[in-house]
T-cell receptor, first 115, second 113 residues
Framework: NAGVTQTPKFQVLKTGQSMTLQCAQD?????MYWYRQDPGMGLRLIYY???????DKGEVPNGYNVSRLNKREFSLRLESAAPSQTSVYFCASSRGEGATNTEAFFGQGTRLTVV | GNSVTQMEGPVTLSEEAFLTINCTYTATGYPSLFWYVQYPGEGLQLLLK?????DKGSNKGFEATYRKETTSFHLEKGSVQVSDSAVYFC????????????FGSGTRLLVRP
């Protein structure tokens, strides 16, 4: 099984450009998450989807939008990139509500640089 | 709101030394607690977990005990190896309908031969 797959792995954008980060999981998980990782800040939750058809804001949602396309896929869109969005982005999934095994599985990350 | 606080790094140890990385949390109710590890250039991997008070999670020689009275989940290992060099994240999962994971800031461990 591939687990959680993120694309692309690296991206350089100019300020004001838009792009979509893709994430797909093949574990039949209900919940999916987008985090950003910055030095000294740990991982901060941008958006999450507790189940198919629902999305909610996390700690740092400004400048981002998400789409839970189906149970497998959860995309993150930057409409107008800013240098402050330079970061490493991680997608994660978990079985979600009601599951006794609540481990989250992470993708390999997308390193985004906005110049 | 809920939060996780970890000791700041980097932590530098010699091989075979004893490791403790402190983690305390603030939460309403009784969250599940986790330690994740991130090796250079990789995503996070679950190291161990505990889902209720007094549970002890263990894996690869690492241990952590869920202490409700002190709201702590400290990570320990009796004898570290160079291959343990990584960044370690403490996290909690809320047991409301969102099941969000909230992370600490991470602690970098460097083990010297």
């Amino acid at each position: 099984n591939a687990g959680v797959t993120q694309t692309p792995k690296f991206q350089v954008l100019k300020t004001g450009q838009s792009m979509t980060l893709q994430c797909a999981q093949d574990m039949n998980h209900n919940s999916m998450y987008w985090y950003r990782q910055d030095p000294g800040m740990g991982l901060r939750l941008i958006y999450y989807s507790a189940s198919e058809g629902t999305t909610d804001k996390g700690e740092v949602p400004n400048g981002y939008n998400v789409s839970r396309l189906n149970k497998r896929e959860f995309s993150l869109r930057l409409e107008s990139a800013a240098p402050s969005q330079t970061s490493v982005y991680f997608c994660a999934s978990s079985r979600g509500e009601g599951a006794t095994n609540t481990e989250a599985f992470f993708g390999q990350g997308t390193r985004l640089t906005v110049v | 709101g809920n939060s996780v606080t970890q000791m700041e790094g980097p932590v530098t140890l010699s091989e075979e030394a004893f490791l403790t990385i402190n983690c305390t949390y603030t939460a309403t109710g009784y969250p599940s607690l986790f330690w994740y590890v991130q090796y250079p250039g990789e995503g996070l991997q679950l190291l161990l977990k505990a889902t209720k008070a007094d549970d002890k999670g263990s894996n690869k020689g690492f241990e952590a005990t869920y202490r409700k009275e002190t709201t702590s989940f400290h990570l320990e290992k009796g004898s570290v190896q160079v291959s343990d060099s990584a960044v370690y994240f403490c996290a909690l999962r809320e047991k409301d309908s969102s099941y969000k994971l909230i992370f600490g800031s991470g602690t970098r461990l460097l083990v010297r031969p």
